[in-house]
């Protein structure tokens, strides 16, 4: 199992990124996906998750309205599109594969997730 996560970047607040996640899962088209965010020195928050057919995604209330994901099961991709972005959303962003194929209603535990990416860093200038 192999997660790769790119689009990380340096940019100014306000502006826009979107992040990717190729999976070589294959699983991929059955599998909820989300995207964690850490910072140094604290733990890692899941930001958002999707299902595998897309409907019922979980968006953190700090991220909701500026953030989306969405995925591409036939190029096994999951991205997460943030908007506005602020100096507070700086972090090493983290692609990982649900244990289970039920959607979040509720922010997931990092043990919920059973395969992760190497991350990529987001670092948004004031």
């Given at each position: 199992v192999?997660?790769?996560?790119?689009?990380?970047?340096?940019?100014?607040?306000?502006?826009?990124?979107?992040?990717?996640?190729?999976?070589?899962i294959p699983t991929f088209s059955t599998s909820t996906m989300g995207w964690f965010r850490q910072v140094p020195g604290k733990e890692r928050d899941p930001v958002a998750t999707i299902p595998w057919h897309g409907r019922y995604t979980y968006v953190a209330d700090s991220v909701?309205?500026?953030?989306?994901?969405?995925?591409d099961n036939a190029k096994n991709t999951v991205y997460l599109q943030m908007g506005s972005l602020k100096p507070?959303?700086?972090?090493?962003?983290?692609?990982?594969?649900?244990?289970?194929?039920?959607?979040?209603?509720?922010?997931?535990?990092?043990?919920?997730?059973?395969?992760?990416g190497?991350?990529?860093?987001?670092?948004?200038?004031s």
């Open positions: 192999q997660l790769q996560a790119s689009g990380g970047g340096l940019v100014q607040a306000g502006d826009s990124l979107r992040l990717s996640c190729s999976a070589s909701k309205g500026r953030f989306t994901i969405s995925r507070d959303d700086a972090a090493v962003y983290y692609c990982a594969a649900a244990r289970s194929p039920y959607y979040f209603s509720t922010p997931p535990a990092e043990t919920d997730f059973g395969s992760w190497q991350g990529t860093q987001v670092t948004v200038s």
